[in-house]
């Protein structure tokens, strides 16, 4: 049994003269997780910066719960139930976690001041109980600055749970980070499989995608170029097509 | 003593204990060194009148300075908008209201040109308000044809002229109090307001504000706009006190409060600041030059001071910050 959850149609993005996406057809199932891989420059940082309302598509329909939607702005996605984890880049360094978790979406009173009891409150829930952090050296009053990279990940991580989000974007969630945090990221990213949430997961390491991901959308120069289920794909074969998609810059797809 | 240094008050509040801690150097320098002068209501009372002239302003810039951006057009912004309240005043015999709306509107729309270069035309702050700097001024100049404007006859002893200037108990100067008053205001909005919040986000990474959702845009654009309304206010208490508007008005504002703000403890850089620290910066600036003469020292030695103020208070920063990371 499969429910759609996203779909997009026909996505082109130009930057300029730059034609960064072209004709961009994939589709998100509720409960899987979509791998998104290709080199640098491929797109793949686009195409999410689409999903998630960063960028606006130059043409394109895009389709969520099997209803078009035009996403403006990174607020509307998030209310639509879009949430993006970019690693460390989407949290500030200097401010502290409390600010950090609610940034953008702050608790106010009617004259937009900050319930600062309830964000803290609150970010200490997500602390203990979506992150499990158990160190008493990490507070809600800790700067992100202190935080190592898997920490910064797990407040990432967290605050899309805490904002109970269908489709979770995971942009290079383990770039940077130790074996053991990286072993941390995949589980999580297995565990919101069985919560029927949704994930888009970019990664370089193909070893990483392969064991987290249920398919496999390849992506070179703005164009898919190639779509796998895991079941039709191993591992071996998966870093082959990479590797002479890199050489030829064309990728055999086998009948 | 290890404990009060370890805790978490002063783990957070280094750059305003160090601020502080300055401040009452110098002026028990002051006390020391000219008894005479400092143990007397007089000095405090001159203080109290002409350091809201760049307090406010100084208050306010900390805003634009957290966001790693900076405005130099303010002193000319002042001369614009105060030129504009004295012909305003005059011309409809002494209406506070149209005159007080009129003007402010300007100095905000003349934040907003900044804040609409600085977005959306994309020009680096620094050079766009050097830009309006000597439009502003310009401006001035042009309408003014150089010569001043006396509001005298429709301000003295007026309401309005009591609300601003007048002394109260013969002594504490309402500017000082609306000083006071907008300072505490300006830091609960600096601190625990959506958009103070939103200046720190910004001004430490544009980049992270955007994906968490922050209208990166707007929030430059509203820092620009409340300067150059506070740009406008400053001048009108000025106006008040001295009763004449002068084509020059303004140009000397501009290191004063800027200093004020660095002296305080804002970083250049972005992302942290401190209303507090930009009062007592204030406070420093804004005695230096006085308490430099009283000391009996020339009125030579005054810039001299002042940039040795400037440089010591900075790199003290510097170096709490480099600890920190």
């Not at chain 1, 200097?94 to 950090?100: D, V």
């Amino acid at each position: 049994m499969t429910i759609e959850l996203l779909r997009l149609e026909n996505i082109y993005k130009n930057f300029g003269a730059v034609k960064v996406l072209k004709d961009i057809n994939i589709k998100i199932n509720k409960g899987e997780v979509v791998a998104l891989i290709g080199d640098n420059g491929a797109g793949k940082s686009t195409l999410i910066k689409v999903i998630t309302g960063v960028h606006r598509p130059t043409s394109g329909k895009v389709y969520f719960n099997e209803n078009e939607v035009d996403i403006k702005s990174v607020a509307e996605s998030r209310k639509m139930g879009i949430e993006a984890v970019y690693q460390e880049r989407a949290l500030c360094d200097q401010q502290e976690l409390w600010r950090n978790i609610f940034a953008g979406r702050e608790i106010t009173n009617a004259f937009g001041f900050l319930d600062i009891k309830k964000q803290r409150k609150e970010a200490e829930k997500i602390l203990r109980d979506y992150i499990g952090f158990t160190s008493k050296a990490i507070t809600v009053d800790s700067t992100v600055m202190g935080l190592s990279g898997g920490e910064k990940q797990g407040v990432a991580f967290g605050r899309s749970l805490y904002f109970n989000s269908d489709l979770i974007v995971l942009d290079e969630p383990t770039m940077g980070l130790s074996i053991q945090e990286t072993e941390k990221v995949l589980n999580f990213v297995k565990g919101l499989k069985q919560e029927n949430k949704s994930a888009i997961f970019i990664d370089h390491n193909i070893i990483h995608v392969y064991g987290a991901a249920d398919r496999f959308i390849i992506l070179d120069r703005g164009e898919v170029v190639g779509e796998f289920k895991k079941n039709e794909i191993t591992r071996e074969e998966l870093v082959q097509k990479m590797i002479q998609l890199h050489e030829s810059g064309k990728i055999k797809v086998e009948a | 003593m290890n404990n009060i240094l370890n805790s978490y008050f002063v783990r957070t509040h280094k750059l305003e204990i160090s601020i502080t801690i300055i401040a009452i150097a110098l002026f028990l320098i002051y006390f020391l060194g000219a008894p005479h002068v400092f143990t007397r209501f007089p000095i405090y009372r001159a203080f109290m009148q002409s350091m809201p002239f760049f307090g406010i302003i100084a208050i306010s810039a900390t805003f634009v300075v957290t966001l790693g951006e900076i405005d130099l057009s303010f002193p000319s912004i002042v001369g614009i908008t105060s030129l504009t309240f004295g012909m305003l005043l005059t011309a409809t015999d002494g209406n506070f209201f149209i005159s007080f709306i009129l003007s402010t509107s300007l100095g905000m729309f003349a934040g907003l040109i900044n804040g609409l270069l600085v977005t959306k035309i994309g020009i680096p702050s620094i050079v766009a308000t050097i830009g309006t700097l000597f439009f502003w001024r310009g401006l001035v100049n042009v309408i003014s044809q150089g010569s001043g404007i006396a509001i005298v006859d429709v301000a003295d002893g007026t309401w309005h002229h009591t609300l601003f200037v007048e002394k109260l108990f013969g002594k504490i100067p309402a500017q000082f109090i609306w000083f006071i008053v907008l300072t505490a205001l300006m830091q609960w909005v600096y601190r625990y307001h959506k958009f103070g919040n939103h200046i720190h986000f910004v001004g430490d990474n544009k980049a992270s504000s955007q994906m968490m959702g922050i209208n990166v845009d707007n929030v430059k654009i509203i820092a620009f706009v409340q300067l150059g309304f506070f740009s406008a206010l400053a001048g009108i208490f000025t106006m008040y006190e001295m009763l004449y508007f002068w084509p020059t008005q303004g140009e000397g504002l501009m290191l004063t409060t800027l200093a004020a703000v660095f002296v305080g403890g804002t970083s250049v850089f972005g992302g942290r600041g401190t209303i507090f620290g930009t009062f007592i910066g204030v406070l420093i600036i804004g005695s230096l030059e006085s308490g430099i003469v009283a000391l009996g020292l020339s009125g030579f030695y005054v810039k001299f001071i002042n940039g040795l103020m400037i440089t010591v208070a900075v790199s003290i920063y510097a170096i709490i910050q480099r600890k920190k990371t």
